[in-house]
C-alpha cells in the first residue's frame, strides 16, 4: 500500500476535479506484476493502468488501490469491471470513496462476484494525500491555501510598496513547486496592479494553473503579463456590480470573465469547484486575504518568513482586519511543518478545527 500511495501522489495537481490514485498488482503467489496512477482526468485509471502493465499474471491475484475502485461509467468505464474481468481475487483498499456515484458501491460490487474486500490498509495516509478531493465534496468548495512571504518583522513590503523579492530563489521556487499542486491561483485586483505577476509554475506543471483574478470594480490594467494566455489561462472574476467598461475591455482583450452572484470569496471558491478545482492557492493582498480567512476559504497557510528587518509603521502586512477585539479571539493554527529554505523560514499551518 505504501508503494500505491507513492505512485498515487505522482499525480498531484492534474487529476482533478478526480482523486489521487495508485494501483499495485500482485499475482497469486504475491510478486509484483503491475503498477499504475491516475495521470489525469480522462485518461485511464490506476486500476486499469496496472492491470494492463500485468496482462494474464493478473489472474487470480490481489490488487492494492488508495481509493475504492469505481463502479459508474464516466469519462473511463467502471474499474470494478475491469478488475473482475482480470480474475482478480483480492482488493486491498486504503479508503471508501465518499463520492456519491460509488460510496461503497465499488467494493459491493466486488464482494457480490466473490472477490476478497479488504479495507482501510494505510487509511490515514490516503486521506491526507486527497485531503483537497474531500474537501471539496464535503464542503462545496475547493481546499484553499493561503500564502505569503513576510520580514521578520511581519512586513510583506515597504512603505513605498516595494517587495520584489523579500524571499530568496529557494523559497520562490518551492512556491512554484506549490503553484503546481493547485488548480487554480487567485490574486485580487491591487496585486495585479502593484505587482504585474506571472503566476505560473515556470513549467513543473502541464497545463499550468488557471490564474484568477478576483476584482470588485474591474479597474485593472490594460497591459498585464496575465492577459498574455499563450502560456496560462486567466480568468478574472466579478460581482453583478461590475461597470459595463470593464467588462468590454476585457471582452476585447480575449479574458475570459467570470460574473459571481455576489463578489466574495465564498462564492469564488463554489464556482471553481463547478470548474473541478480541488485545490487552490491565495496569493493575494492583505484585504481579500483577511476576507477569505473570515469566509472560510483558507484551510492551510503557508507563511516564508526571512531573515530581514524592513520596518516602517505603514508598512504592508499579510492580513487585513479579522474583526478581533480581544488577543484570546485568536485560535491558533496547527503547525503542519516547519522547513528551511535557503535563509528563508517556511511555516505550514492547518486551520484549527475540521476541515
Known amino acids: 500500500m505504501q508503494r500505491a500511495l507513492q505512485l498515487a501522489a505522482l499525480g498531484a495537481g492534474r487529476t482533478s476535479p478526480n482523486p489521487l490514485v495508485g494501483c499495485v498488482v500482485l499475482d497469486a503467489q504475491g510478486r509484483l506484476v503491475g503498477e499504475g496512477f491516475h495521470a489525469r482526468a480522462g485518461t485511464p485509471h490506476a486500476e486499469v493502468q496496472a492491470l494492463r502493465q500485468a496482462g494474464e499474471r493478473a ?13 459508474h461509467h464516466g469519462r473511463t468505464p467502471p474499474c470494478s469491471e475491469a478488475l473482475l474481468a482480470a480474475g482478480i481475487a483480492r482488493v486491498v483498499v486504503a479508503m471508501d470513496d465518499p463520492d456519491p456515484r460509488v460510496a461503497g458501491g465499488g467494493l459491493a460490487q466486488l464482494q457480490g462476484a466473490g472477490v476478497e474486500v479488504i479495507r482501510g490498509i494505510c487509511a490515514a495516509e490516503a486521506r491526507a494525500l486527497n485531503r483537497p478531493f474531500l474537501h471539496r465534496l464535503h464542503s462545496g468548495r475547493p481546499l484553499g491555501v493561503l500564502k505569503w512571504a513576510m520580514s521578520l518583522d511581519g512586513r510583506t513590503a515597504l512603505p513605498n510598496g516595494s517587495s520584489q523579492w523579500i524571499s530568496g530563489p529557494t523559497a520562490r521556487s ?59 489561462p486567466t480568468l478574472v472574476a466579478h460581482g453583478p456590480e461590475a461597470p459595463a467598461d470593464g467588462r468590454q475591455r476585457l471582452d476585447q482583450a480575449g479574458v475570459e470573465r467570470l460574473e459571481l452572484p455576489r463578489c466574495e470569496p465564498a462564492a469564488l471558491l463554489e464556482a471553481l469547484a463547478a470548474r473541478g478545482c480541488n485545490q487552490v492557492l491565495w496569493e493575494c493582498g492583505p484585504a481579500l486575504a483577511a476576507a477569505a480567512l473570515q469566509q472560510g476559504c483558507v484551510q492551510q497557510i503557508a507563511a516564508v518568513i526571512a531573515p530581514k528587518l524592513l520596518g516602517g509603521e505603514a508598512a504592508r502586512t499579510p492580513l487585513g482586519d479579522l474583526g478581533l477585539v480581544d488577543v484570546n479571539q485568536a485560535e491558533p493554527w496547527m503547525l503542519q511543518r516547519l522547513q528551511g529554505l535557503g535563509p528563508d523560514l517556511l511555516w505550514q499551518l492547518n486551520a484549527p478545527g475540521p476541515s
Do not use: N, Y
Open 174 to 232: 518551492w512556491v512554484h513547486r506549490l503553484r503546481a499542486g493547485c488548480d487554480a491561483v487567485i490574486v485580487g485586483g491591487g496585486t495585479l496592479r502593484s505587482d504585474d505577476p506571472l503566476l505560473t509554475s515556470r513549467g513543473q506543471r502541464h497545463p499550468e494553473p488557471l490564474r484568477v483574478v478576483f476584482s470588485r470594480g474591474l479597474e485593472l490594467p490594460d497591459q498585464a503579463r496575465l492577459w498574455h494566455q499563450a502560456e496560462a
Open 59 to 71: 489472474q487470480g491475484g490481489t490488487a492494492v488501490v488508495t481509493l475504492e475502485p469505481c463502479c
